[in-house]
């Protein structure tokens, strides 16, 4: 089985203006339309069976229609988690809500949300999740919308460990995308996920084979940021490390069915 724990699709009114906007933006040349339809047929011919589909409320107004959408499309292979604006006045009662509709985590991107993930606002957050047992996605490292600040430095990210003990936190692209010493001094060895979204051009095998084996593979997630890039890719390389084949079954679908239940 091969379960990708980081795919994005938008609502297909939205998708054809959407994708050409952040296509322009990464510079990445998406690998589906970003509709739901068209993701499931490239899973199928990428041999992924389930994914984790995310979505992210860049403004506070978006909570409630995002979360309905993610409902909506919740399916066999389409587990989707919702979002929250740490700026929404009601982020409290709608993390609630998302629990209660079944969603098993949520999103959070400080670069589109505009938040550092050290900020002490954004730790009841971080609290509430874990209380209603909700998984926590976080966009780690570089991104191109704002390159001269990264916004989750792994430093940071270890705070929030610290700070909220028992959260099931998953830090995207290897716990921060091109801040990979970073990653190995805070955050490798610590009770966190890390996902292998991406990461297949911007990492060296030496270095991703020491993180796996120092941090544990059973808290290395498959997954490949879905449409930015191919999870062939993302799959090659973690085939190419040498690893146990057990430990690339943890990583290929293993861990994120333990995590979630």
Known sequence: MLIDSHIHIFPDRLAPRVIPQLAQVSGFVPQTDGTLSDTL???DRWGV??????????????????????????????????SVHP???????????IAEMGLRGIKLHPDYQNFDIGEERVLPIFK?????GLCVV????????????????????????DAVPGIKLILAHMG??????????????????????????AIGKEQLARMIRNHG??????????PWSDPRQEKALIEGLGLEKSEENAIFFGNIQALLG
């Open 41 to 43: 047929r490239q899973m």
């Open 49 to 82: 069976d389930k994914g984790i589909f995310l979505s992210i409320a860049t403004k506070p107004s978006q909570q409630k229609t995002i979360n309905d959408f993610c409902r909506s499309i919740a399916g066999e292979r389409v587990i989707p988690f919702g």
């Open 87 to 97: 700026d929404a006045e009601d982020w409290q009662a709608e993390l609630e809500r």
């Open 128 to 132: 509430k999740a874990r209380d209603l």
């Open 138 to 161: 976080v966009h780690a490292g570089f991104d191109p919308l704002s390159p001269q600040h990264i916004h989750c430095l792994p430093r940071d990210a270890r705070k929030v460990l």
């Open 176 to 201: 921060g995308m091109k801040c990979w010493d970073g990653v190995e001094e805070y955050l490798v060895g610590q009770p966190v996920w890390l996902d292998t979204a991406a990461i297949s051009s």
């Open 217 to 226: 593979a059973d808290r290395i997630l498959f997954a490949s940021d879905c």
